[in-house]
T-cell receptor
């Protein structure tokens, strides 16, 4: 079973920052937090990952709390193309990915 | 940018027939995976493959399923005798390995069993 809890759906206005929360209170010390998204029925797309520190790349930012029990994925300027299901996953590198139900993000024009 | 490619994009087969789904992982990757997604449901893990052998499989991956890396570049999933409930999107993924290997997914093969 997935070790994360996410809201089933969220709305965000186009051009605004989308903040997607994730709880992972049972995360182990050697597990990383990964975020993927799935646009319609396409293959899951890797977004970002982190261990303890906040991370940023060209797609998004990842904020991990100091106790590592929760995190937030930030899409700084959401566009209609960001409409997708977003998955928060904890895993040790190399292990299989266990997908939960994710958060369905709707970007509103 | 390197990507995982899957063929065919859509396969229709009759119940009881064998199908082979093909994947070309990213060239320097060492870990390979198959997942499936039944319409409207979660993405489910099937099998992982490393060093020319299965490293882990789910309870879905029964004797009807097999995987192979026949030539060092392709990674295949075979379903021996398809059932209606095998209809799904099948995704292949690969990762490099190392301490924090992000996995990259292909665009999937839609399998329809009639």
């Amino acid at each position: 079973d997935a070790k994360t809890t996410q809201p089933p759906s969220m709305d965000c206005a186009e051009g605004r920052a989308a903040n997607l929360p994730c709880n992972h209170s049972t995360i182990s010390g050697n597990e990383y937090v990964y975020w993927y998204r799935q646009i319609h029925s396409q293959g899951p797309q890797y977004i970002i990952h982190g261990l303890k520190n906040n991370e940023t790349n060209e797609m998004a930012s990842l904020i991990i709390t100091e106790d590592r029990k929760s995190s937030t994925l930030i899409l700084p300027h959401a566009t209609l193309r960001d409409t997708a299901v977003y998955y928060c996953i904890v895993r040790v590198g190399g292990d299989k990915i266990i997908f939960g139900k994710g958060t369905r993000l709707h970007i509103l024009p | 940018e390197p990507e995982v490619t899957q063929t065919p994009s859509h396969q229709v087969t009759q119940m009881g027939q064998e199908v082979i789904l093909r994947c070309v992982p990213i060239s320097n990757h060492l870990y390979f995976y198959w997942y499936r997604q039944i319409l409207g449901q979660k993405v489910e893990f099937l099998v992982s493959f490393y060093n020319n052998e299965i490293s882990e499989k789910s309870e879905i991956f029964d004797d009807q399923f097999s995987v192979e890396r026949p030539d060092g570049s392709n990674f295949t999933l075979k379903i021996r005798s398809t059932k209606l409930e095998d209809s799904a999107m099948y995704f292949c993924a690969s990762s490099h390995g190392g301490k924090v290997p992000e996995a990259f997914f292909g665009q999937g093969t839609r399998l329809t069993v009639v």
